[in-house]
């Protein structure tokens, strides 16, 4: 079988091709960072806009580059959120539209499958059952995986996601979106003992997580610190601290929960995906804490850990083989839990 798939719910248009037999035939993408950048974030009705620029042409390079034609195409999955409204309808809208006209299956498929099943796309996939550690976004979360399709939320936020904290404390130090990996290249000529920020809930039971806190104390330490009076900037040496001893909460945050959810499942395998897992550090750290446990850590490659369409493709053939795909409604939903997906 052979998939076509569309990413749109955010600031990447992408487009990909996968057969489950060939594997990952074509993928193309196009960041909007440039477009966003000037004003420090991402702009909803921009980013819709350019998603309607940027789709059909992905759509006819990734069909070339496939040597694949619409009469081989067995399915098209669309991201169908969570996400930017306006952004997901751009995707939704074209996917839907293009299973009608080659009368085959839509499949509206949750960006967090996504991320949670790109593992698959790798020469050596991960084993099921495992423990997942889903950073992404707005959302961190340990989730049970015990097979695809088949999810059970162990912990998550409360409040600010990981990915958050790392945004919101690159902005307070002035740096430029997207902010995680600016803060991480700032971090590397820094000291990150230098300042003791909280590891929220890290003192109490449990699998959850926390960052509102930390993104608080990053806050007070800018502005303790901040030259003149609070009105002028920060020395290099001092931001660069704060960026290094920022990281270095989130990830042992990170890393001792997901230990803590190994233990609790007895699995011996741990998944990291989302756009935080592209942190070397975090590699670093969980290679090190899963190894002395006795278990394993999976990743997708680095392309495949930010918003893609070679995730949808996965995530739409797991379900386009179990008989799901939708009727001819467009379906896009800004706000989708998990937790709905895995009991549905």
Known sequence: MRILALESSCDESAVAIYDDGAGLLAH???????LHRVYGGVVPELASRDHVRRLLPLLRTALADAQTS???IDGVAYTAG??????LLTGAA???SLAYAWNVPAIAVHHLEGHLLAPLLEEEPPPFPHVALLVSGGHTMLIDVARAGHYSILGETRDDAAGEAFDKSAKLLGLPYPGGPELARLADRGRADRFDFPRPMLDRAGLEFSFSGLKTAVALAVRDRTANGGQGPLDEQTRSDIAASVESAIIDTLARKASRALEAT????LVVAGGVGANR???ARLASDVARQGARVFYPRVEFCTDNAAMIAVAGMVRLKAGRHEDLAVRARARWPLADL???
């Open 281 to 283: 550090r975090l590699r």
């Open 266 to 269: 007895g699995y011996d395998t």
């Open 70 to 72: 619409p009469c081989e």
């Open 82 to 87: 969570p996400g930017l409204i306006g952004a």
């Open 94 to 96: 074209l996917g839907r």
């Open 342 to 344: 895995a009991t549905s």
């Open 28 to 34: 193309e993408i196009h960041s909007q960072v440039d």
